[in-house]
């Protein structure tokens, strides 16, 4: 789907348990997140990363409201990563960064932690959309520490390379 920038893949072998989707509350800007991923992989960990940060806006570039911006660091390699919330649940996919090189010179200012996810809302019509049947979380589930959502996303996060 290139307008919301997902890919559905089929991996072999066994990919480990299927992420849970929050089935709510409405994400609020402030709202605290979590990044699970492989950031410059080749250059930094070989591992997984987890970076932490906020909902801070409930639209994307231009205002594209398929997406949230969020202040938690992300890199090349992030991107196609779950963007989970407290609970342990995904509430969106992480798409992209604001291009701080580009701004810097139209404004000349730095611009830091402008990331962008695509929303969970979004992510769940297009997998139902090509007859994928998530898993959706219960509501009311307790807040955990970030290393505690670390260790949820652990074993269902995997790193892809793109051969182009």
Do not use: W
Request: net charge neutral; glycine share 14%.
């Amino acid at each position: 789907d290139q307008q919301r920038d997902l890919a559905l893949l089929t991996v072999q072998g066994d990919p480990g348990p299927v992420l849970s989707f929050r089935s709510g509350p409405d994400v609020r800007r402030g709202e605290g997140v979590v990044t699970y991923g492989f950031p410059l992989a080749g250059l930094l960990s070989s591992g997984p990363t987890l970076t932490t940060g906020e909902v801070s806006a409930l639209g994307g570039m231009r205002d594209n409201q398929t997406q949230f911006q969020i202040s938690a660091p992300v890199q090349p390699g992030n991107s196609g990563g779950p963007l989970l919330d407290l609970g342990g649940n995904v509430m969106g996919v992480v798409v992209s960064k604001l291009n701080a090189q580009r701004i810097a010179q139209s404004t000349g200012d730095i611009p830091q932690n402008v990331n962008f996810a695509v929303k969970g809302t979004e992510a769940l019509e297009f997998l139902r959309a090509n007859g994928v049947q998530p898993r959706m979380a219960p509501t009311g589930a307790a807040p955990r520490s970030a290393a505690e959502v670390g260790e949820v996303a652990h074993p269902s996060t995997v790193f892809l390379r793109c051969m182009r």
